[in-house]
């Protein structure tokens, strides 16, 4: 378009636009743009199927709020839709509702609001803006200095990602944000020098001294498992770096690798690929608490984390077995008196509880052929059967079931580490296990050797007196209310 006043606008061979030396404001007139090629632009609408909960999480929700249908899990709150999916709710800064993400503390997903006399909810329309292009518009052009001009036409960075890449592999190069850099200051005395510039140094009160030091962005507080989950899923790049010493004059260097290349609960689906989602968290969180000794992470516990899982994926032994492997992480659970005065009893954990690690729960649905069969027998070769190939899927080596009937159990082990797992095999109902009134099975009959086999029962005598050998006890459990799991339990009742 051709300018009304004296001077005219340019466009650079590098694109950029200039401006006649003319300092008075140049008016255009803007014709109206056709309604079809604004839409080309815009962008596709935000798809509710990230934000659906997980389904075994649902029965944990309270019962609809009778005016709203909102329903409660502890400080959160959440809405059924239309559709039957049920999402978080949260409000944006103007106090919308919105669909939120676990990791939000604002709402951004999209706008929803409740059905007319229902409980239910629903996507709120688009609004759109009116069309005022009828009337011709004035625009009044600016110079822009040089860095408000590279400022304003710096594109930027997309901050998120959906939740369904949660467990995918980061395929974006690893690139280092050279804006980590500060000034010193007396309330960041933790800091390094890299090439004259400043870094700040995670760290915690009463950190543990480790060779190998980790800087992180300026803004970011302490890191807990939320935290750094939420950024490896959403935001990768801003992760803590790894700086090493470099000989022979122990120069800082950073190293150029990501520590960690996808989410932690990622690496733990990649080797329990059929444990349930809240024990996939649970496993997580559990072994980021272990290995940092505190909520928090430090230098230590991040640099354990990535030796253990570059160890499941090389299958090489574990620098630290106790934190590699969620059975030996699994804490011991008491046995109480039963019914009777010589009868015994363990009470079971709820198999949907978060945040705690006191079972292993394998979700059925993901070997749906194999369950629809275990409910159809009653065989005990074939629980041990069903129970081994379960173990065997899911990393364990398992000494060969033998064809006994009576008190099935299984020996097997895991590559990492030398510790010998005997886990004694029960269906359950009820929220507890019934035991046996002896104590000792050499006294009925039903003596190790019989239980599992010759070479079984050599493998658990020899691990017992190496003080190597972990009880459990496993099976299947299926309560009203709940989805049908098989778990797992550890209670280090002898059975020699």
Same mark, same amino acid.
Request: no cysteine.
């Given at each position: 378009m051709r300018t009304e006043g004296t001077g005219q606008a340019s466009v650079s061979p590098s694109g950029r636009h200039t401006e006649a030396p003319e300092s008075q404001p140049t008016t255009f007139q803007v014709s109206e743009i056709p309604q079809q090629g604004a839409a080309q632009g815009e962008a596709a609408p935000v798809s509710l199927d990230n934000y659906h909960l997980s389904p075994e999480l649902v @029965?944990? +929700?309270?019962? $609809? %709020?009778?005016?709203?249908?909102?329903? !409660?899990?502890?400080?959160?709150?959440?809405?059924?839709? #239309?559709?039957?999916?049920?999402?978080?709710?949260?409000?944006?800064?103007?106090?919308?509702?919105?669909?939120?993400?676990?990791?939000?503390?604002?709402?951004?997903?999209?706008?929803?609001?409740?059905?007319?006399?229902?409980?239910?909810?629903?996507?709120? @329309?688009? +609004?759109?803006? $009116? %069309?005022?292009?009828?009337?011709?518009? !004035?625009?009044?052009?600016?110079?822009?200095?040089?860095? #408000?001009?590279?400022?304003?036409?710096?594109?930027?960075?997309?901050?998120?990602?959906?939740?369904?890449?949660?467990?995918a592999a980061v395929q974006s190069p690893a690139v280092f944000r050279r804006d980590w850099a500060f000034e010193p200051t007396l309330t960041r005395p933790h800091f390094i020098t890299v090439n004259d510039v400043h870094y700040k140094v995670m760290t915690r009160m009463q950190a543990r001294d480790y060779p190998i030091t980790y800087i992180q962005p300026p803004s970011h507080p302490a890191y807990d498992f939320d935290v750094l989950e939420a950024i490896l899923r959403h935001t990768p790049d801003e992760q803590p770096r790894a700086v090493i010493r470099v000989p022979p004059d122990n120069h800082w260097e950073i190293d150029a690798r990501l520590p960690f290349e996808k989410p932690l609960t990622a690496y733990v689906r990649d080797v329990f690929p059929e444990v349930t989602t809240v024990t996939l968290e649970n496993i997580a969180r559990k072994q980021f608490e272990l290995v940092n000794s505190s909520t928090y992470a430090d230098a230590a516990g991040l640099t354990a984390l990535r030796q253990i899982f570059h160890s499941w994926q090389q299958g090489t032994p574990s620098p630290h077995p106790q934190w590699s492997d969620p059975l030996l992480m699994l804490p011991t659970l008491p046995t109480s008196s039963g019914v009777t005065s010589t009868s015994r009893a363990i009470e079971l954990p709820f198999p949907s509880t978060t945040g705690t690690l006191s079972r292993l729960d394998f979700d059925p649905m993901r070997f749906r052929r194999q369950w629809d069969f275990f409910l159809s027998t009653y065989s005990t070769v074939d629980?041990?059967?069903?129970?081994?190939?379960?173990?065997?899927?899911?990393?364990?080596?398992?000494?060969?079931?033998?064809?006994?009937?009576?008190?099935?159990?299984?020996?097997?082990?895991?590559?990492?580490?030398?510790?010998?797992f005997f886990m004694s095999l029960h269906r359950t109902r009820i929220p507890k296990l019934s035991l046996p009134t002896h104590t000792n099975p050499n006294t009925t009959g039903i003596n190790l050797e019989t239980q599992v086999g010759d070479a079984a029962a050599q493998a658990v005598k020899d691990a017992h007196a190496a003080n190597k050998i972990i009880w459990l006890k496993g099976g299947s459990q299926i309560l009203p209310g709940y989805a049908d799991t098989v778990f797992i339990i550890r209670d280090d009742n002898a059975r020699l």
């Open positions: @029965p944990l +929700l309270s019962a $609809p %709020d009778p005016t709203s249908g909102i329903r !409660t899990f502890r400080t959160r709150t959440y809405v059924e839709l #239309e559709d039957g999916a049920t999402v978080l709710l949260g409000r944006d800064a103007e106090q919308n509702y919105r669909a939120r993400l676990s990791t939000e503390l604002i709402a951004s997903g999209p706008r929803l609001e409740q059905v007319e006399d229902s409980l239910l909810w629903r996507r709120a @329309p688009q +609004l759109v803006e $009116p %069309d005022s292009s009828d009337s011709p518009q !004035t625009i009044t052009l600016h110079s822009l200095s040089d860095d #408000e001009s590279s400022e304003a036409s710096a594109p930027k960075r997309q901050r998120t990602t959906s939740p369904a890449q949660s467990e629980f041990k059967r069903f129970m081994a190939g379960l173990l065997s899927r899911n990393g364990y080596t398992v000494m060969g079931p033998n064809n006994f009937n009576s008190f099935p159990a299984l020996v097997f082990r895991r590559a990492g580490h030398d510790y010998l």
